[in-house]
Nanobody, 127 residues
Framework: QVQLVESGGGMVQAGGSLRLSCAAS????????LGWFRQAPGKEREFVAT????????DYADSVKGRFTISRDDAKKTVYLQMNSLKPDDTAVYYC????????????????????WGQGTHVTVSA
């Protein structure tokens, strides 16, 4: 089991930057694949980014590729999402998530693959 708590959300102007953090407790973080998802008003929850257990492999949604960076620091029990060149369309509640078991054929971009979720943090990007 692992508990996840996001922080770092807020309001920023278009073109600005924010760094989200997700602090974990109750487990060995290196045992988990980690991801970020977001849900904008009137839209379904969507995949943003994910990082492998080793930190060597990352994957991003096309809408954020080149602007966002996911990273992990298992010694600090924290996963980060660095967001640059923010756009109004990035406005959403952002959630971090994790799952432990490496299942062959697992869809690492699907919210249904993740077992543990944080409470979410709001990001608002003004035009």
């Amino acid at each position: 089991q692992v508990q996840l708590v996001e922080s770092g959300g807020g309001m920023v102007q278009a073109g600005g930057s924010l760094r989200l953090s997700c602090a974990a407790s109750g487990g060995t973080l290196s045992s988990y694949r980690l991801g970020w998802f977001r849900q904008a008003p009137g839209k379904e929850r969507e995949f943003v980014a994910t990082v492998s257990r080793s930190g060597a492999n990352t994957d991003y949604a096309d809408s954020v590729k080149g602007r966002f960076t996911i990273s992990r620091d298992d010694a600090k029990k924290t996963v980060y999402l660095q967001m640059n060149s923010l756009k109004p369309d990035d406005t959403a509640v952002y959630y971090c998530a994790a799952y432990k078991l490496p299942v062959p054929g697992q869809n690492i971009r699907s919210s249904s693959s993740y077992d543990y979720w944080g409470q979410g943090t709001h990001v608002t990007v003004s035009a």
